[in-house]
């Protein structure tokens, strides 16, 4: 909290300053498509989870650089690893084995 | 020369060959009671039954003869190959039963020693009572010929393999290779060691005319003993580096076809029918080959046959690199001489795969993915032409919501025949699971494959309509629909087209057919869409086809081979294609069509797009 | 003084350069494989910045290089080197021999039917650019329909900055051409929602931003930032468009009574043949290799050959002309140094 006592909510400010980099990097030595990302939301607008949980590589991608993997591990609940991503992505980003690999990284420290 | 070791029936050149055979033998048999014990409870009821039955045991026989003996599969591959295997298998346990035949003949009272038939021609003289046996000398040395033609085909193909059909082999290990030499060492050793005896023990056409040449220059008998002695030590060594080699393979095909047969499926990444498959591959190297990976040759070493020596060295790292980077395309499975199924074997290791994150689908509401649009009322649709009409619900999957193609013209289609259908996905729907299961996460998929259960349950649909072979094989092999008849497009076409419901028109266009991996080898779905096919314009087809049809590169299998690595496989598949020069590719999968269309230089397209144009 | 210069390709950067040459004294031969000079400017209606009709530009290259030596409906048998010169076989029977090839083959436009999911060919509500040009020119295109225009929908970046249609370069005109339709749909729909479907808008040009302006503030064009990722068809035959707004982070979707896809440059297959015949190199993009990108653009890795235009990247058409004559500069400055 603020020391100045009149703020009610914590700060949404993305703080890059405290963002732990490591993980992201073990995940790009996995799966180097991670860094390729360029936002434009193909994923997000034909992912079949989407409807469940909010599923979108993009911003899982996105919450995971600025240190927000709780939203990036809710939103991935659901996915169906179907492919679809996959098959829209124009950088051509593996999502299947990102998703896949995000899965082996992260999410240790969160079941202790 | 002692005429009483001889006559005893023993001499300590016996005994590499004993411990060989004894260890040999203990091997098997521990070996063979681990895979038993290992298997699951059900499974090991559903063999000792197998077992049993009279007619999966006749299979069994018939598949010992024709598999482990004839290797028939060979000689539909390459007559070479056949003959080369066949000749040395058949070939050399005709001399075990024709040796054994002898001993029982002439010498009954010796049959309980074991090296005696082995070695018969060193123990016996010849004299009235074994002459009468010059039919069996005959025989042996007929076989053994037939041994040493081979073993001469197996020098030739380790220098040309291409004659023989294959164009890249296995790389040896080194225990492979010790295999290697003293099997091929084995048989003209013994034609030696026969040779140099024949005088005394008898022989025929081969050994007796050796006889002669070896007595013209070398005389002496000196030389007899050295040469049983050298023979063996060859089969002791063979027999003993047997269980760390390839040549396993001899002794776990023998449990593996009535496992098979039993119908004993992968349950466990290493034991039980895991263990027999990595066992069984004899590293012939046909699957190097057949891999649709093999179009970049740094992708060689992963194919099935090295996959199985890393499984038995136990190399995680390669164990898991090689089963990741598989398209599942399950053509090692289907080209495989002894049945391995490398594909299935790959999604086995992948279970073992740890991971911190895993989806939950428990929160999916089903009922929000049930409307109006996917229920059959109860009353009849009123457009319907046809009386006797199945509720069809269609369910075109996730990959076919990227190909619009096929879906308008399925949608078209299905309304020229006046069937009763529903769309289970228009809106998005849950996944099949097939992609999960190929990921090796099968409880998640078990659950996403419930969730769709509910779905078709509620909507009192009496046939599941699928465009994608994906969805259709997890449907197929791991959905309990009963009372739902679940169809490919493909067949469901060919089957209107033959009830008189839809009507083609033929034109000139020349198509080849693509059999997309999941519904081919995956569904062993291979005639209706050449029916249809053929009906719409003339069927080319493609260099390699059918069981060996080549994957587009495009396989959701694969969990590692990025975008850019894909490429020289989608255009090594195009070039197969396109070897009778068609007019245009024609397919069954939205995944194949999707990725051979960014590479082909012609038009590639669905077999219900071609239906809508000439319906 | 007088020489031969071959110009492979009639489209306005063969034009600008055989009035160029003209100008200056040679005998350019403009070889043209279709009927018509003009290229694609041919085929559009307006041009941006200053919506000068194509028609014009067309017209005044076409009149200023009627002198040039032009065979239409004509393309390039086989070329083969001689000592220090080129003999040219042209499909009509005729050879050429000379020391200078000017390129001019330009692009070609990318199919958009690769791209299934966007449903060109497939659904009758989806069209290119260039169909869009060719309707504002003739009236005539029996996809659009002009009592049912209450929403459009511009898809940028079709066939250009994507892995999976073998085109990672950006287009560099898609962006302000799909404004300038969009405007100009607006002018003839005013009633009428524009929606534009873009990932990053790169508008660099002279005035390009006035008119993302004019978009914006004229016309009530809606920019979203997101890339399209499947189109399918509802009973009433609209098509519905899916994207993510990226910026609300999150998917949404529209209805469209037309759809029109931005589809991109891809170098033409005639010029990589051609090329392949005297083996100039490719670059990674696809297009013609220059010696350099930065100072010797035009200027090929073999004597005597230049390129001009489109055949080397995307180019708008003041940069095309630019370069056309950039290039006639180069040859005649050969030609007087060899003297």
């Known amino acids: 909290m603020s020391m100045f006592g009149f703020r009610i909510s914590p700060s949404s400010t993305i703080d890059l300053d405290k963002v732990d980099r490591n993980r992201f990097k073990k995940l790009c030595a996995l799966e180097p498509d991670a860094s390729k990302c360029m936002a434009c939301g193909s994923c997000s607008a034909t992912c079949s989870a989407s409807e469940f949980s909010g599923m979108s590589v993009r911003k899982v991608l996105l919450c995971l650089q600025q240190g927000r993997e709780k939203e990036a591990y809710a939103m991935m609940s659901s996915c169906m690893l179907c492919g679809k991503c996959l098959m829209v992505c124009p950088r051509g980003i593996n999502t299947r084995h990102l998703i896949l690999s995000i899965s082996r990284i992260y999410g240790k420290e969160e079941s202790i | 020369m002692n005429n009483v070791t001889h006559l005893s029936g023993y001499n300590n050149f016996v005994l590499p060959f004993m411990i060989g055979m004894i260890f040999v033998l203990s091997c098997c048999a521990i070996g063979a009671v681990r895979v038993i014990l290992e298997l699951p409870a059900s499974d090991k009821k559903k063999f000792f039954l197998s077992l049993i039955n009279p007619k999966i045991m006749a299979q069994n026989v018939r598949d010992w003869f024709c598999d482990c003996l004839f290797h028939v599969k060979l000689w539909k591959r390459n007559k070479l190959l056949g003959y080369m295997h066949s000749s040395i298998a058949f070939g050399w346990f005709m001399i075990i039963l024709l040796g054994h035949i002898e001993v ?147 002794p776990a095909e023998i449990l593996l076809i009535p496992m098979r047969n039993a119908g004993i499926l992968i349950t466990h990444s290493r034991k039980g029918v895991s263990r027999l498959y990595v066992h069984t591959c004899p590293g012939c190297g046909v699957c190097i080959d057949a891999c649709p990976m093999g179009a970049v040759k740094a992708n060689n070493k992963d194919a099935t046959v090295y996959l199985n020596r890393q499984l038995k060295r136990g190399n995680q790292r390669r164990i898991n690199e090689i089963s990741e980077k598989c398209l599942l395309c399950g053509k090692c499975s289907a080209v495989c001489q002894v049945g391995v199924e490398g594909d299935k074997l790959r999604i086995a290791q992948r279970t073992q795969i740890k991971y911190n994150l895993s989806p939950d689908y428990s929160k999916i509401d089903v009922n929000s993915l049930i409307n109006t649009n996917n229920i059959f009322v109860n009353t009849a649709n009123k457009n319907v032409s046809y009386t006797e009409n199945k509720k069809v619900l269609y369910f075109a999957g996730c990959m076919t919501s990227l190909t619009p193609s096929i879906r308008k013209s399925m949608v078209s289609i299905l309304n020229k025949s006046g069937v009763d259908w529903r769309f289970m996905d228009e809106e998005g729907g849950i996944c099949c699971g097939r992609p999960m299961w190929m990921a090796g996460r099968l409880e998640q998929a078990k659950q996403m494959a419930e969730k769709n259960t509910e779905i078709i349950k509620t909507s009192g649909a009496d046939m599941l309509l699928l465009s994608c072979p994906i969805c259709y094989r997890i449907f197929k092999e791991r959905y309990s629909l009963e009372g739902v008849e679940v169809l490919h497009h493909t067949e469901y076409i060919d089957r209107l087209v033959s009830e008189g419901r839809l009507n083609l028109s033929r034109s000139d266009t020349r198509y080849v057919y693509h059999d997309p991996c999941e519904l081919g080898r995956g569904c062993n779905i291979y005639e209706q869409p050449r029916h249809v096919v053929s009906a719409v314009g003339e069927l080319v087809e493609a260099a390699k086809n059918g069981k060996e049809s080549v994957c587009c590169g495009g396989s959701l299998g694969s969990l590692t081979l990025g975008f850019d690595k894909r490429k020289p496989l989608t255009e090594n598949a195009l070039a197969n294609l396109t070897a009778g020069s068609p007019d245009a590719i024609v397919t069954a999968c939205p995944l194949c069509q999707s990725t051979f269309g960014r590479y082909s230089d012609r038009p590639v397209k669905d077999i219900a797009q071609i239906v809508d144009e000439n319906s | 003084m007088n020489e031969i210069v071959v110009i492979i390709g009639g489209g306005i950067a063969g034009l600008e350069a055989a009035r160029q040459l003209l100008a200056l004294g040679h005998s350019p031969i403009v070889i043209e494989k279709s009927d018509h000079l003009g290229g694609h400017v041919a085929d559009w209606h307006k041009l941006f910045p200053d919506m000068k009709p194509a028609k014009d530009i067309v017209d005044e290259l076409v009149s200023s290089s009627k002198d040039a030596n032009i065979f239409l409906h004509t393309e390039i048998s086989f070329i083969n080197r001689l000592k220090d010169r080129y003999n040219i076989m042209l499909s009509n029977g005729i050879s050429i021999t000379s020391r200078y090839i000017l390129f001019t083959t330009g692009f070609r436009l990318f199919d958009a039917a690769k791209k299934e999911e ?190 001009a235009g489109a055949c080397t990247g995307p180019k708008t058409v003041p940069e095309t002309l630019a370069e056309a004559r950039s290039a006639v500069l180069e040859i005649h400055n050969s030609i007087i140094s060899r003297r």
Not at chain 2, 108 to 116: A, S
Not at chain 2, 194 to 213: K, P, R
Not at chain 3, 274 to 283: F, K, Q, W, Y
């Open chain 3, 118 to 307: 966007y449903g060109y060919g497939v659904y009758n509500q989806v069209i290119t650019n260039q169909d869009l040009e060719k309707w504002f020119n003739t009236s005539k295109d029996s996809r659009i329909d002009n009592s049912a225009m209450k929403a459009v929908g511009f898809v940028h970046c079709v066939g250009s900055r994507d892995e999976k249609a073998r085109n990672t370069q950006c287009s560099k005109v898609c962006c302000i051409t799909a404004i300038k339709q969009a405007i100009e749909l607006k002018e003839k729909f005013p009633d009428a929602e524009i929606y534009c479907f873009y990932m990053d808008l790169r508008l660099f040009g002279k005035k390009f931003e006035d008119f993302y302006i004019k978009a914006q503030r004229d016309c009530g064009i809606h920019f979203i930032r997101g890339r399209v990722s499947e189109v399918s068809e509802n009973i009433d035959g609209k098509v519905i468009v899916k994207a993510e707004d990226t910026l609300a982070g999150r998917p949404m979707k529209v209805t469209l009574d037309l759809l029109v896809l931005m589809s991109g440059m891809v170098c033409n297959p005639d010029s990589t043949r051609v090329a392949g015949m005297m083996s100039l190199p490719i670059d990674s993009d696809g297009f013609l290799r220059s010696t350099d990108n930065v100072s010797r653009n035009t200027v090929s890795p073999k004597n005597g050959i230049f390129y």
């Open chain 2, 104 to 250: 029982f003949l002439y010498t009954p009272d010796r049959i309980h020693k074991l090296w005696y038939p082995i070695f018969f021609r060193y123990f016996v003289a010849v004299n009235d009572n074994t002459m009468q046996g010059s039919f069996f000398f005959f025989l042996m040395d007929f076989f053994l010929l037939i041994i040493l033609s081979g073993i001469l085909l197996a020098l030739v193909k380790r220098v040309r393999s291409r004659a023989f059909g294959m164009r890249r082999t296995t790389r040896l290990s080194f225990t492979d290779r010790i295999g290697l030499y003293s099997l091929w060492l084995i048989f003209p050793l013994r034609l030696l060691a026969e040779g140099f005896t024949a005088d005394i023990s008898g022989g025929s056409f081969l050994t007796m005319s050796l006889n002669h040449v070896l007595h013209s220059f070398l005389g002496s008998e000196m030389n007899m003993l050295p040469t049983w002695w050298a023979y063996s030590l060859t089969l002791g060594t063979f027999m003993c580096i047997l269980p760390f080699s390839r040549y396993m393979h001899i």
